[in-house]
């Protein structure tokens, strides 16, 4: 059977208890019986046990029960958005974009759309505070003089730093981050780059981490009514799916509420393309392309020269994911023209411009081993224009490049200027000589880079 709850003075006078009477056992044995004294020991320790648990629990806060909340439309209110369809109050945005592509050029241009209330949206005539977190570039050289461009009110733009001047992160600064956001009475915090406010601890490629430094910025956008929009790079590796192309861990763009997607127009250079890449409350809007031109002004006797989105256009519906296919196929065509102008190079150093013919195998291995297939070379061969012919008098059969249709070793007859076995069409003179055959078959692949005949076979000599 348990005992009852002990207090400190049923404690305090059973020790009293305990005392008097191994006093009265010394006094009649001249001693306490061994086991007299454990039982009252054992006794002792559980009664202080019980008084430690007592005081434990007393110093104990009660844990609040959980909350039940009933489904109630008259608590219902629609989604507000800072920007139509785009960036939503009350819940994370993301821009991303590679480095360089625009981001610090296009935010001005929001802020001084929201400060002129001119921007599409919950706020539109409303001139409102727009606070930044910006630690990348200076607020001074570099914020303010965009602003300046794009044609923001300055006063009505306002940078939350720290004093000592470190990065202020979501989670250690939360509550000063509210009350500077509430004292300059901001409608829209933006966070530049999202990476820099997380804090070191924070592995931005693990999804529980990522969720967990994130959700101080939640509470901030739900807590003070106001869009937080923050940047983060693409991905290097380029391709997939939108939600594979945000860089670190998937559960960047899973907490966003709406994400925007800021990339070179694959279609039209010298244009940038703004797409949203995720949304949760509204339809998809159309794409927006714009271009980027620098401006000049002087103040104070300093020139500044500061980037500007200008000439807005609807750039259609045009889906970031169709966005990315498109640019990872212009990057695979850049790739595959910057290796055949490489090979080209290559084969002008290797052939001398001198009037001569030379033997081509020489220049096709040397070519070989620098990775370029002989499928390739031989295109790069045609468009640089070369003239190439075969010898049939050398054992085996050689082929030979030139620059010149005068090749003083050839008798040949060019026909077309740049055709023949001399030219680039594979086309044979009238009436070939001993010196020179040809054919009009496609190449085949082979160490000396000529051509052959049909099925790679040599056609054999009128």
């Given at each position: 059977m348990s005992r009852a709850p002990t207090t400190r003075e049923q404690l305090d006078r059973e020790q009293r208890e305990w005392d008097e009477r191994k006093a009265a056992i010394a006094s009649e044995n001249g001693h306490a019986p061994r086991d007299v004294v454990v039982a009252e020991t054992a006794r002792l320790i559980t009664i202080e046990e019980e008084a430690a648990e007592l005081a434990a629990k007393a110093k104990e806060k009660p844990k609040k029960p959980l909350v039940l909340e009933t489904a109630d439309l008259s608590k219902s209110r629609p989604?507000?958005?800072?920007?139509?369809?785009?960036?939503?109050?009350?819940?994370?945005?993301?821009?991303?974009?590679?480095?360089?592509v625009g981001k610090g050029t296009v935010m001005p241009w929001v802020f001084a759309s929201l400060t002129r209330g001119k921007l599409p949206g919950s706020l539109y005539g409303k001139r409102v505070t727009v606070a930044i977190i910006a630690d990348e570039d200076d607020f001074h050289e570099i914020?303010?003089?965009?602003?300046?461009?794009?044609?923001?009110?300055?006063?009505?733009?306002?940078?939350?730093?720290?004093?000592?001047?470190?990065?202020?992160?979501?989670?250690?600064?939360?509550?000063?981050?509210?009350?500077?956001?509430?004292?300059?009475?901001?409608?829209?915090?933006?966070?530049?780059?999202?990476?820099d406010n997380l804090g070191f601890?924070?592995?931005?490629?693990?999804?529980?981490?990522?969720?967990?430094?994130?959700?101080?910025?939640?509470?901030?956008?739900?807590?003070?009514?106001?869009?937080?929009?923050?940047?983060?790079?693409?991905?290097?590796?380029?391709?997939?799916?939108?939600?594979?192309?945000?860089?670190?861990?998937?559960?960047?763009?899973?907490?966003?509420?709406?994400?925007?997607?800021?990339?070179?127009?694959?279609?039209?250079?010298?244009?940038?393309?703004?797409?949203?890449?995720k949304g949760n409350h509204a339809a998809r809007p159309r794409a927006i392309t714009f271009e980027i031109e620098q401006r000049v002004f002087?103040?104070?006797?300093?020139?500044?020269?500061?980037?500007?989105?200008?000439?807005?256009?609807?750039?259609?519906?045009?889906s970031a994911d169709d966005l990315l296919a498109a640019l990872h196929e212009r990057q695979k065509a850049a790739k595959r023209v910057s290796k055949t102008a490489q090979l080209e190079d290559v084969i002008r150093d290797l052939l001398p411009d001198d009037g001569q013919w030379h033997l081509a195998t020489p220049i096709?291995?040397?070519?070989?081993?620098?990775?370029?297939?002989?499928?390739?070379?031989?295109?790069?061969?045609?468009?640089?224009?070369?003239y190439h012919?075969?010898?049939?008098?050398?054992?085996?059969?050689?082929?030979?490049?030139?620059?010149?249709?005068?090749?003083?070793?050839?008798?040949?007859?060019?026909?077309?200027?740049?055709?023949?076995?001399?030219?680039?069409?594979?086309?044979?003179?009238?009436?070939?000589?001993a010196a020179t055959t040809a054919t009009n078959d496609p190449p085949t692949r082979g160490r000396s880079g000529g051509r052959t005949g049909e099925n790679g076979k040599r056609k054999a000599k009128r």
């Open positions: 989604p507000r958005w800072a920007w139509e369809d785009r960036l939503l109050m009350r819940y994370l945005n993301l821009l991303i974009g590679a480095e360089g914020w303010t003089p965009r602003l300046y461009v794009a044609g923001a009110r300055l006063d009505k733009v306002q940078r939350i730093r720290r004093p000592d001047g470190g990065y202020l992160t979501l989670r250690a600064d939360r509550d000063r981050i509210a009350e500077a956001v509430e004292a300059c009475g901001a409608k829209l915090l933006y966070l530049d780059a999202l990476l601890e924070v592995n931005d490629w693990r999804a529980k981490s990522v969720r967990d430094a994130l959700q101080p910025a939640n509470w901030l956008a739900r807590e003070l009514g106001i869009a937080i929009v923050a940047t983060l790079h693409t991905n290097k590796a380029g391709g997939g799916s939108f939600r594979q192309a945000v860089q670190g861990s998937q559960a960047f763009n899973a907490v966003s509420r709406s994400s925007m997607l800021l990339a070179q127009d694959p279609d039209e250079d010298g244009r940038v393309v703004l797409v949203r890449g002087t103040y104070k006797k300093h020139e500044f020269k500061m980037p500007k989105a200008v000439r807005f256009r609807d750039g259609g519906d045009l096709v291995r040397q070519c070989e081993t620098q990775g370029y297939a002989a499928r390739t070379v031989t295109r790069a061969r045609e468009k640089l224009g070369i012919r075969r010898e049939p008098e050398s054992v085996p059969a050689a082929t030979e490049w030139s620059w010149s249709p005068t090749a003083a070793s050839t008798t040949a007859t060019n026909t077309d200027g740049r055709t023949g076995r001399t030219g680039r069409s594979g086309q044979t003179p009238s009436t070939p000589t």
